[in-house]
Structure formats: C-alpha cells, structure tokens
C-alpha cells in the first residue's frame, strides 16, 4: 500500500479530529479559531501525521502555522527531499 501525498495526510487528519468534511478544509481557514485545534488536538494532529508520513514535525503549532495552507506548506517541505 503506498503512502498518502502530504497533502492528503493533513487533510485526513484534520478531517479526523475536527469532524468536518476534508472537501471543507480550505487553505484559509485557521486552526484555532475555525476549526478548533486546541494544544491536545494539535499533540494529536502531530503525532498522526509524524506517524503516517514518517516525519519529525516540530513539537508544536506556533503561530506560524495558524491555518490550514501553513500547515500544508511545512508538511510539504519537510516531507520533500
């Protein structure tokens, strides 16, 4: 079985913790305020996606990485070679 793309992984994950549709999760919406990913969610969403696309994700979502297409951006990278 092959490996999702990054994109995917997130999208499933954030799908799996929020309980909304991954056609709904856009690239503006924000974690905290739209979607509710608060610090157990975000250890959760961490863990899930070190897991699945076998990366080393940093040990939390600072502000930075507020909304969906951030988090998009450094999965991306740091699953790129």
Not at 35 to 60: C, F, N, R, T, Y
């Amino acid at each position: 079985m092959s490996s999702p793309t990054p994109r995917a992984a997130v999208l499933a994950a954030l799908a799996r913790l929020t309980g909304r549709a991954e056609s709904e999760l856009t690239d503006e919406l924000e974690l905290v305020a739209d979607l509710g990913i608060d610090s157990l969610k975000s250890v959760q969403l961490i863990a899930e996606l070190e897991d699945e696309l076998e990366l080393e994700m940093p040990e939390d979502l600072d502000d930075d990485i507020a909304t969906v297409g951030a988090l998009l951006a450094l999965v991306d990278g740091l699953a790129s070679p």
